[in-house]
């Protein structure tokens, strides 16, 4: 049982370059999100996902797009890097329906020059 | 939207002292987590707590709901208890967001 899965775990991207992050849960979990984490700052919401195909933005949504296309897998896209997203990347799976608490990915760390 | 507060943000132990660490909010909430992120950056669920009192081991959490407040004790405090404390808040008007405080930093001295 791998629990949530994230890849890759480091890149590093020139300003202008695509890419998409990948999570995937083998809990069966309904619920999947994608967070951010800045140096010393807590985590920002940036989009998340209550149910295979469906998505919603968080706090922090802009330059990102995200597709739940099977329940289990949950990707983060960026379109057109930016300095200001490098930062650590954070997915999270709960169960919908009784016990809340998340499992965490290992993150990914990007950085943009 | 909710404004998830946590003291102090920083917390220095000498190995076996006890510790408390507070998290207020600003709303009412679905449910409340404590988390654990150690050195090298992993993520750990302590808690769910939207309510009452849960103990595991040297931890223990209470929510008191009403007051819009949490507790996290520590007690017995190992170096292995460094790292960052969250708390984190599902709001009742919130569509299944969950929203982090910035965390209490501890370093636990040997």
């Known amino acids: 049982n791998a629990g949530v899965t994230q890849t890759p775990k480091f890149r590093v991207l020139k300003t202008g370059q695509s890419m998409t992050l990948l999570c995937a849960q083998d809990?069966?979990?309904?619920?999947m999100y994608w967070y951010r984490q800045d140096p010393g700052m807590g985590l920002r919401l940036i989009h998340y996902s209550v149910g295979e195909g469906t998505t919603a933005k968080g706090e922090v949504p802009d330059g990102y797009n995200v597709s739940r296309l099977k329940k289990q897998n949950f990707l983060l896209g960026l379109e057109s890097a930016a300095p200001s997203q490098t930062s650590v990347y954070f997915c999270a799976s709960r169960d919908g329906t009784g016990n809340y608490g998340y499992t965490f990915g290992s993150g990914t760390r990007l950085t943009v020059v | 939207g909710i404004q998830v507060e946590q003291s102090p943000p920083d917390l220095i132990l000498q190995e076996g002292a006890n510790s408390t660490l507070r998290c207020n909010f600003s709303d009412s909430v679905n449910n409340l987590q404590w988390f654990h992120q150690n050195p090298w950056g992993q993520l750990i669920n302590l808690f769910y707590?939207?309510?009452g009192t849960k103990q595991n081991g040297r931890l223990s959490a209470t929510t008191v709901a009403t007051e819009r407040y949490s507790l996290l004790y520590i007690s017995s405090s190992q170096t292995t208890d460094s790292g960052v404390y969250f708390c984190?808040?599902?709001?009742?008007?919130?569509?299944?967001?969950?929203?982090f405080g910035a965390g209490t930093r501890l370093f636990v001295k040997a």
């Open positions: 707590i939207p309510s």
């Open positions: 809990m069966n979990h309904e619920y």
């Open positions: 984190a808040v599902e709001p009742y008007t919130g569509g299944f967001k969950t929203i």
